[in-house]
């Protein structure tokens, strides 16, 4: 019975020592999966009836859905901007629409991202998929925290160098001929700072960053890591392997989600059999609203209004799961106010790290909400800007404001017809069918004090983004 007694002590001791060694237990793993143009209403645990998708639901099912949960701008680089910064994307100078192949500027290396703070902390980093916060040199996911980089630097929709030469061809088309994908674009794909493949093949490009992202997984399990993994699609042009394709091009929107289902399985499974679920957080979410004029060929809002572009819910309210047994209650929702702004302090929260003090943030810590029951979000406003980075919303409580200048918030001349001013209550309406504008002027009147308020303070303390010309210094 003695020796019985040592044994089992000592076999704990044993497993007690390897999870010290590897600071599993301190240093939980992260992975961010986060599509291009996903609608709110495109995941079976969102309420789709027509796209099957059992590897995210099964997410839910072990974790928690959040159905208020809002990216910082209705289109592409300024809603990766602010994910991995913290911050509204006029912060770090990224909120004037999205970066092309002819752009000269990008995400600032002395910015703090998500990547930078977890590296610092020992963790390996690893970006796999659309980048689309500069395309040179300077301003790839190596000089931003990540160890390695394998994806497209932009939109699958833009050609090197110049953005020229893009085909005209009806998406339709572009479906039924998938050598379209080499044939009639010239995106090119990047391993670290270099072009690897130019066209890259859009067809097999989704699962290969999954091959990438599995093998990052695999190699770094005995320590702690951090995989962001944007995928391209459904961003159109919409291309997937020849063993799922499905010819007809009314499926094709369906068909790409379900690809990207399974591949989102294979990272779980992976997670899975390595013994990492216990320690290990994986957050899925898209980075704005569906591409609705491109039919079936974009996705569905649910319940929202409008899509891509817009301030209205559709364009920046997404589906988000989180997912961490032992950690996240399964099973559960939250509807609570938060978004992608705040998981670069939430994440540091949870590695007990805290962020550098040089500099403001916009994110708020919100890990409780991940982690507990019958938690209240600190975050209790929400600016709206639009793709073009005009001051155009605020949302507080349950309140919504939109004043949406005729010029679309550009400069305006005494002809310019007044802006069209819209309050909605989001708890009682959620479609913002009604506006409530003329029964509640005082509200009117406060929301817009504060979104100028709280606008004039971001605008005095801009932070230059890259640019070609910046005498810069990035050695980290």
């Not at 980089?149 to 998406?171: Q, V």
């Not at 961003?235 to 379900?258: R, S, W």
Request: overall charge neutral; charged content about 20%.
């Amino acid at each position: 019975m003695h020796r019985l007694f040592l044994s089992i002590l000592f076999m704990g001791l044993c497993g007690a020592s390897v999870r010290l060694a590897t600071g599993a237990e301190a240093k939980p793993n992260f992975v961010i999966i986060f599509a291009d143009d996903q609608g709110y209403g495109d995941l079976g645990c969102f309420g789709s009836k027509t796209i099957k998708t059992p590897n995210i639901d099964r997410m839910a099912k072990e974790g928690r859905r959040f159905t208020n949960f809002m990216v910082a701008s209705p289109v592409c680089t300024p809603s990766r901007a602010a994910l991995l910064t913290g911050c509204y994307p006029k912060r770090v100078g990224l909120h004037q629409h999205v970066l092309f192949p002819s752009s000269q500027k990008g995400l600032n290396p002395n910015e703090h991202t998500i990547a930078d703070h977890l590296k610092a902390q020992g963790y390996a980093t690893a970006c796999f998929g659309k980048w689309h916060l500069g395309h040179h040199p300077e301003t790839l996911p190596r000089q931003n925290g990540f160890d390695v980089y394998f994806g497209i630097p932009y939109s699958n929709d833009m050609n090197h160098p110049d953005n020229k030469g893009k085909p005209r061809l009806p998406s339709d088309d572009l479906w039924r001929d998938q050598e379209s994908a080499i044939k009639q674009w010239n995106t090119p794909l990047i391993e670290n700072e270099t072009i690897v493949e130019l066209p890259v093949d859009q067809r097999t490009v989704t699962r290969r960053y999954t091959d990438r992202a599995v093998n990052f997984i695999r190699e770094n399990k005995d320590k702690p890591f951090f995989l962001y993994l944007p995928h391209s699609m459904p961003h159109i042009p919409l291309y997937v392997p020849a063993d799922v394709y499905d010819p007809n091009p009314q499926n094709a929107y369906t068909c790409v989600i379900e690809h990207i289902d399974a591949e989102v399985g294979r990272v779980m499974d992976a997670i899975r059999e390595l013994g990492l679920s216990e320690n290990t957080y994986v957050i899925y979410t898209s980075d704005n609203g569906p591409w609705l004029q491109f039919k079936n060929h974009g996705g569905s809002a649910g319940p929202l209004r409008a899509g891509k572009g817009t301030t209205f819910e559709g364009g920046q309210r997404v589906p988000c799961v989180m997912w961490g047994p032992g950690r996240i209650p399964a099973g559960t929702e939250c509807d609570e106010l938060v978004g992608t702004i705040d998981m670069l302090p939430t994440i540091a929260a949870l590695v007990n790290s805290p962020l550098p003090a040089d500099r403001k943030i916009d994110g708020l810590d919100v890990s409780g909400l991940l982690i507990g029951d019958g938690v209240k979000s600190p975050r209790h406003e929400f600016i709206h800007y639009t793709a073009q980075g005009a001051l155009e919303g605020i949302r507080q409580g349950k309140w919504k404001l939109l004043v949406k200048q005729a010029s679309g918030g550009r400069a305006v001349n005494p002809s310019t017809p007044a802006p069209e001013v819209l309050l909605f209550d989001l708890m009682a309406d959620i479609g913002e069918k009604d506006n409530l504008a003329q029964a509640h002027p005082e509200i009117v009147k406060s929301l817009q004090a504060s979104m100028i308020e709280l606008d004039a303070e971001i605008e005095a303390n801009i932070r230059a983004p890259w640019t070609k010309s910046t005498l810069k210094s990035t050695n980290r």
